[in-house]
Every structure is written in structure tokens, then in C-alpha cells.
Antibody
Framework: EVQLVESGGVVVQPGGSLRLSCAASGFTFDDYTMHWVRQAPGKGLEWVSLISWDGDTTYYADSVKGRFTISRDNSKNSLYLQMNSLRTEDTALYYC??????????????WGQGTLVTVSS | EIVMMQSPATLSVSPGERATLSCRASQSVSSNLAWYQQKPGQAPRLLIYGASTRATGIPARFSGSGSGTEFTLTISSLQSEDFAVYYCQQYNNWPPYTFGQGTKLEIK
């Protein structure tokens, strides 16, 4: 059974930094692209970033480009999101998601339960 | 960036009836379209990918159709557990992957 468990969400001041983690199990982690998707309170879903199965390729939404960095450690079956220069509009529940396609770039097939990031003074 | 537009924003349907949800893309996404279901306090769950293929474990009452710019999610006979918010997402032209704003399916 695929399990994705996010952690690291806290309350942080504007301009601050935070690192989210996602622990993966139940599948061959280094075969899958991984995504971060966020959801502001009461709002819809917004794709944030992806990283390829081998870590060589990354992409970002314009709203976070230059501030967020996605990474992974395949030896630890873990995904990360380093978030710098945080803004109030970054307040959201952050989900990690496993791509539905092995060594592909499709859409999130399995999702974690999310970790809440609140940016507030 | 491809804009995904869902209609209606809210759909009121009685249990046992059919629900039809629409999703339109601002340009062709071929068949690279997914549907998700999200219940309150839960993560999204993949229902349909490739516009019409049900994900593992999804009941046959859920069906997807369409290609290009027009897509439909049909739930043939609504069960109580189907009342939720539904999102479409394109994965044809990225980044970014883009979602529709969601359709809330509520009990009539």
C-alpha cells in the first residue's frame, strides 16, 4: 500500500523559511516523479513543483519559482520542499503526490494527507 | 498557461440520480486529463486519468469522456459517499499542471 506522510508545516513569519518533508513507502520510490500541490484554506488545488524520479529534472509554478526548491533523497525514500522568502499567500495545506506513471510525468496518482503551512506575523 | 474551467460551480442532485460535471480547457490537452474527488478534511483521490480510464478501485458508476478541450465526468447513480468536490486537471502542457476551480456536488 502506498503511503505518503508529510511533515514540517508550522506557523512562520513573512520572509521566513521552512522545509517540508514527505516520507514515502509501499512503492519503488526512485521509479516515480513526485509532486507538491497546495491548497489554500477554502480554495482549490494549485500545483507547486515536481521532481523527476532520478532528481535530475525539476519544475516550479511561477508563483514559487526562485523561492522554493524541491529535492529528494532516494536512499531515504524522502521528498523535500525548501521554502524561502515566505509570503502570506503561501499559507496552504501542502500535499505530496506520487505520479501515476512510472518514470513519467503525468498527474498525482496517490496523495498524502498534507501538512499545513501558515505564514503570518 | 492552460486555463481549466469547470461548470457548474455547484450541482444539486438527489441520491440515485445521474450527475454530469463539465470541464473545458482553454486549448487542447488531448486526452491528458484527470478527475479528482475531494471530501472535507481529506486529500484528493484520483478517479479518472487519460480522460476516460478509471483509477484502481474506482466504482464503475464513475465515467469520464471527452478529448481536446471538452470533458465530462458522469456519475451514473449517486451514492451518499459521492457528495464531494470534484476537480479536473490537465497534464498535457506543463509546467504548470493546472486544475479547474472545482465543482461542489451537493445533496438535493
Amino acid at each position: 500500500e502506498v503511503q505518503l506522510v508529510e511533515s514540517g508545516g508550522v506557523v512562520v513569519q513573512p520572509g521566513g523559511s521552512l522545509r517540508l518533508s514527505c516520507a514515502a513507502s509501499g512503492f519503488t520510490f526512485d521509479d516515480y516523479t513526485m509532486h507538491w500541490v497546495r491548497q489554500a484554506p477554502g480554495k482549490g488545488l494549485e500545483w507547486v513543483s515536481l521532481i523527476s524520479w532520478d532528481g535530475d529534472t525539476t519544475y516550479y509554478a511561477d508563483s514559487v519559482k526562485g523561492r522554493f526548491t524541491i529535492s529528494r533523497d532516494n536512499s531515504k525514500n524522502s521528498l523535500y520542499l525548501q521554502m524561502n522568502s515566505l509570503r502570506t499567500e503561501d499559507t496552504a495545506l501542502y500535499y505530496c503526490a506520487k505520479d501515476m506513471s512510472s518514470k513519467g510525468y503525468c498527474s498525482g496518482g496517490d496523495w498524502g494527507q498534507g501538512t499545513l503551512v501558515t505564514v503570518s506575523s | 498557461e492552460i486555463v481549466m474551467m469547470q461548470s457548474p460551480a455547484t450541482l444539486s442532485v438527489s441520491p440515485g440520480e445521474r450527475a454530469t460535471l463539465s470541464c473545458r480547457a482553454s486549448q487542447s490537452v488531448s486526452s491528458n486529463l484527470a478527475w479528482y474527488q475531494q471530501k472535507p478534511g481529506q486529500a484528493p483521490r484520483l478517479l479518472i486519468y487519460g480522460a476516460s480510464t478509471r483509477a484502481t478501485g474506482i466504482p464503475a458508476r464513475f465515467s469520464g469522456s471527452g478529448s481536446g478541450t471538452e470533458f465530462t465526468l458522469t456519475i451514473s447513480s449517486l451514492q451518499s459517499e459521492d457528495f464531494a468536490v470534484y476537480y479536473c486537471q490537465q497534464y498535457n502542457n506543463w509546467p504548470p499542471y493546472t486544475f479547474g476551480q472545482g465543482t461542489k456536488l451537493e445533496i438535493k
